[in-house]
Every structure is written in structure tokens, then in C-alpha cells.
């Protein structure tokens, strides 16, 4: 099958979910964590781990749960012993980059069914503190001397975004009271905060000017599975397959210094691909729900213009004016993302795109988005803030 | 003085604080209780160690630990000479892998002997002061 300038032989659907829980800290072990949401994704499937022929894994830096060769650590509670297994990782844009890569195992024809699982377990990183592990992320000479703070960036890019679009903090607080009440309705929540205002999130602690304690989601526990399915094999599964229509990943310069920080090019090259694939041509239109990344507010309006779901500094407005509540005309993050939900890193990119498959099947429960689903989209970003994945799904 | 052609760094975050899971605890404490134990598998019934909470093998929810019998056998071993600095070791260590028989997998453990032999059976020398750590063993010895 050829689709626009991509070729692949099978149409690969997804077919079951699981999550577990977000939370600080979990009892669970990391490869405990796995297994409860690559059962919970088996079981919604209606398979068993004998039916699964690949295993694809994901999981940000080792240093976070502490086991080197984490992969191979998680292979177990992933299913993946004695099948073919891999790990993938472009740091917090893994968990989209996990069915992305598990996308690829079947639509090449190499494997019919495959569990795609993501974990992280930054709770064992305890001190001084779970951020240190970002200390090691930085260019050795240029960067590391300074003793950068992963906080100062995203500080320093929130600021020029708010400088070249004039967007104040009112407006940018909106985003994270939209999504910590939305969580509310997520089972797997860490932060539901029904009544929080933006006066909250304004007067809360300032960490690094402008970024305030409420602008930012929670480090986490936590896993995410799906399982997915070439055509043949999801239409003997189950009556509601969710399509993969398009997927998209780029990388940026390491150097944010050599970005624009105003706007996430590698999000929008990362997009027109899964664009291009999906034959999408008009987003804004086209998608009826979205999962952007969020680890902070900012980034949901910065990434949902790189997705073209709202022109250049046009989403401050929208989420202003209500579009992008869960009952708005372009729902953006309905689970309550990153902020609400919780963010176990490559387990919370991958929570995005089960938010995405439940809401096209109509199984997102009081998260479910006003208007009809027919085509959702999940994006994670990462590594030096300079990876972009992206998912489209729909029926 | 330090030369300007490198930037010298500690890679380390300064403690990790692991989580042993609901059955791993189960386990250690059973191990402070001065008993040793395997996860058991409803489905298949298989005895496993290390303990977690699934089994590995169907991917079934185990809750459940079972006493085992605290007598092992020496599978394989080696015999430490040297400490990490690669300076001698005033008292050589024997470290085996000890099987139990009925249960999968097994323990990596000192063996205080001074004629190692695979096959050899072991058991467990306990610590008196004990604290919920597979460290609760101090070493195994000749049954
Ligand atoms: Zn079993």
C-alpha cells in the first residue's frame, strides 16, 4: 500500500490500553509498574501475552529508576522474554515515540500483533533530588559549567514566548486550571484540583521567573501499554479498532541557543509528516480532540501551535475564549495531561495516546469530549526539548 | 590548576531509594522473620524467586508466598580474590548461585566453606540482628 509519500504494507490499528496509577511514589517495582498496564491493555484487548509477537518498550534515562539497561530490566513485566524486544528512547518524546516504533513493526509485516509499553519510575531517584538526573543532560562545554537547571530553559523559552506573542500569565494559567480539573474526571490522577483558579496558580511559589510552582506537572510513577494490531488481526480482535493514520518524529539542534524558542519547529516537521500520511490538510479542522505535550502550560499553547491546531500566538486566545475545554469546538488535553494526570515521563506521552484511543472509541468515560471523535492527535517532546513525535489516530 | 582542556564531573545523583514491591516486601519481611520464601503462581503453579508480583512466565497477578524449604543446592560459583580496587582480599569469598529445589530461579549468595563443589548442598546462617534484607542471610554453609 502506498499512502502519499510513505510506503508500509499493513494498516496497523490499536486495539487495548492500560494505565496504572500516577503517583509520587509507587510500591511497585519498575517491572511491576509494566505489567499492570501491559496486563490491563492484554486483558482490554482480549488477548493473552502468548498472542503477542514484538514487544516495543520505552522509558526515559536509566538514571531515574536507577537500572541501567533499563529495557532489558523492564523486558519482563513487558512481556518481552523470549520474543523480539527493543527498547526505544528520545527522551520525554518517548511515549509517543513507543507506538510509533511499534507502528512500524507492523506495518512492515514483521510482526501481526505487538504490546507497546512505557514505564517510568523517577521516585527512586531520591536525592538530592529526582531533578538531578537532569544535571547530565547538558552540552559539557559550553552548558554544564554553568550548572544549568532543566527550569531555567524552560523559564527562559516560556519568556520569550510570552515577550513575542505578548501573552501574559493570566493567560497562560489558564491552561494549567483547565487541566488540573480536568483530571478530576482520570482515574489515574495524581493532581485533581476541581477548584483551582488563576489566582491560584498565580500567587503559588515562584521557582525561576516566570515559572511558578502550579505552572508545572508533578514527577511520577508510573506505566502505560497498548497493543496493536495489523488490519487483519484487529478486525478479528475487536468491532472498534482505532486506526493509526499518520505518525511523525523529528529532532531539532541539541542547542536550544540555535532554536526558535517562540516556536517548536521540530513539533510542526514532526506533524506535517503524520499530516502528510494522514492526508490532513487543514488540523484545525480536521482533528477533533488533542493530547499536547504539557509538562508545562506554556507548552500546550506553544505546541499546539507547532501542530497548526491554532495559528502563531493564536493559542493564549483560544483557550481564553473556551475552545479548548472538554465541551469546546477543539478539546485539548481532556484527560487533564501532564499537569493533572501526572507525568512518569515516556509513561505519560504514552498516557496521551490512550487518552486518544479511548476517546475515539467513545470509552473516555466523564473525560469524554463533547463533540464527535472521528480523528484524535497525541504529541510528546523531549530529550534537550528538541525531539517531536506525533500520532493521529481515528475510526 | 586546572587545565582548560577538560570540565571534570561526578555522574552520581547522591542515594536512590528502591521500592521492593507489595510481594518483595512480603518477601524481605518473611526473610526478617528469619524464613525463606518463593512467590507462587495461581495459575500455574509454579514457585519463583525473585519474588514479584506477576508471574513470569503467563503473566498472571501473584499475591501469594510459600515457605521453602531453606536447603539449596550450589549450581554454580566463583571465588573472590580480589576486592574492587583489585587489591587481595584478606579472606577469599565463594559467591554461588543456589538453587532450591520445586522453586524457578534462585539466590546469589556467600558460601562460607573452604572446599566449594557444585552440587553441594547449603543452607542459610542467619543473622541474629535481622532487618529485612536478602543481607539477612549472612552467608550459606555446608548442610
Ligand atoms: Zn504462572
Not at chain 1, 124 to 139: G, L, S
Not at chain 2, 2 to 19: G, L, S, W
Amino acid at each position: 500500500m502506498t499512502n502519499r509519500n510513505l510506503n508500509f504494507k499493513h494498516r496497523v490499528a490499536v486495539v487495548g490500553a492500560g494505565l496504572t496509577l500516577f503517583r509520587s511514589r509507587m510500591l511497585e517495582t519498575p517491572q511491576e509498574l509494566a505489567w499492570l498496564a501491559a496486563k490491563q491493555a492484554l486483558d482490554e484487548a482480549g488477548l493473552t501475552l502468548k498472542d503477542i509477537d514484538c514487544v516495543v518498550i520505552g522509558s526515559a534515562p536509566d538514571a531515574f529508576d536507577g537500572v541501567h539497561m533499563k529495557g532489558e530490566y523492564l523486558a519482563e513485566g513487558a512481556g518481552g522474554i523470549h520474543k523480539p524486544t527493543i527498547r526505544v528512547f528520545v527522551g520525554g518524546a518517548t511515549g509517543v515515540f513507543v507506538p510509533i516504533a511499534a507502528w512500524w513493526h507492523v506495518a512492515s509485516g514483521l510482526c501481526k500483533r505487538v504490546l507497546a509499553v512505557a514505564e517510568e519510575k523517577m521516585s527512586h531517584a531520591a536525592k538530592p533530588h529526582t531533578q538531578y538526573v537532569f544535571r547530565y543532560i547538558w552540552d559539557p562545554v559550553v552548558e554544564k559549567p554553568l550548572n544549568p537547571n532543566l527550569i531555567w530553559i524552560f523559564a527562559m523559552e516560556m519568556h520569550r514566548y510570552m515577550h513575542k506573542c505578548g501573552v501574559k500569565k493570566e493567560d497562560i494559567a489558564l491552561v494549567s486550571v483547565k487541566n488540573k480539573r480536568n483530571a478530576c474526571g482520570h482515574p489515574s490522577a495524581q493532581l485533581c484540583m476541581p477548584n483551582i483558579t488563576v489566582d491560584d496558580v498565580l500567587k503559588s511559589e515562584v521557582l525561576v521567573w516566570p515559572v511558578q510552582l502550579l505552572d508545572i506537572s508533578p514527577t511520577s510513577d508510573g506505566a502505560a501499554a497498548v497493543v496493536l494490531a495489523s488490519e487483519e488481526e484487529a478486525r478479528r480482535i475487536t468491532d472498534t479498532p482505532v486506526w493509526i493514520k499518520g505518525i511523525g518524529w523529528t529532532l531539532d539542534t541539541t542547542h536550544w541557543t540555535n532554536r526558535d524558542l517562540a516556536y517548536p519547529e521540530y513539533v510542526r516537521r514532526a506533524a506535517e509528516m503524520a499530516y502528510r500520511m494522514a492526508g490532513i490538510d487543514n488540523p484545525r479542522k480536521q482533528i477533533d480532540v488533542a493530547e499536547p505535550y504539557d509538562p508545562f502550560d506554556y507548552k500546550e499553547l506553544h505546541h499546539m501551535e507547532g501542530l497548526g491546531l491554532a495559528k502563531k500566538c493564536e493559542a493564549p486566545i483560544l483557550t481564553r475564549e473556551g475552545v479548548t475545554q472538554r465541551d469546546g469546538d477543539l478539546p485539548i488535553n481532556p484527560s487533564g495531561g501532564l499537569l493533572g494526570v501526572g507525568n512518569p515521563i515516556a509513561a505519560a506521552g504514552l498516557m496521551k495516546v490512550a487518552e486518544i484511543f479511548w476517546q475515539v472509541r467513545g470509552e473516555a468515560g466523564e473525560r469524554q469530549v463533547k463533540k464527535p471523535v472521528y480523528t484524535g492527535l497525541a504529541q510528546a517532546w523531549g530529550d534537550l526539548m528538541q525531539a517531536g513525535t506525533v500520532i493521529v489516530m481515528g475510526i | 590548576m586546572r587545565r582548560i582542556k577538560h570540565f571534570p564531573e561526578v555522574m552520581e545523583i547522591e542515594a536512590y531509594i528502591y521500592t521492593a514491591g507489595p510481594v518483595g516486601t512480603k518477601w524481605l519481611e518473611a526473610l526478617r522473620a528469619g524464613r525463606l520464601t518463593a512467590a507462587r503462581c495461581p495459575k500455574c503453579g509454579r514457585l519463583f524467586m525473585p519474588p514479584k508480583m506477576f508471574c513470569p512466565y503467563d503473566f498472571e497477578e501473584v499475591k501469594e508466598l510459600r515457605e521453602v524449604e531453606p536447603v539449596g543446592v550450589v549450581e554454580t560459583y566463583t571465588v573472590v580474590e580480589r576486592d574492587f580496587y583489585g587489591e587481595p582480599l584478606r579472606e577469599r569469598k565463594v559467591l554461588a548461585f543456589i538453587k532450591f529445589p520445586g522453586v524457578e530461579g534462585g539466590l546469589i549468595h556467600y558460601v562460607k566453606t573452604d572446599n566449594p563443589q557444585m552440587g553441594m548442598r547449603v543452607r542459610p546462617r542467619w543473622r541474629a540482628e535481622r532487618r529485612g534484607l536478602v543481607t539477612d542471610i549472612e552467608y550459606f554453609e555446608e548442610v
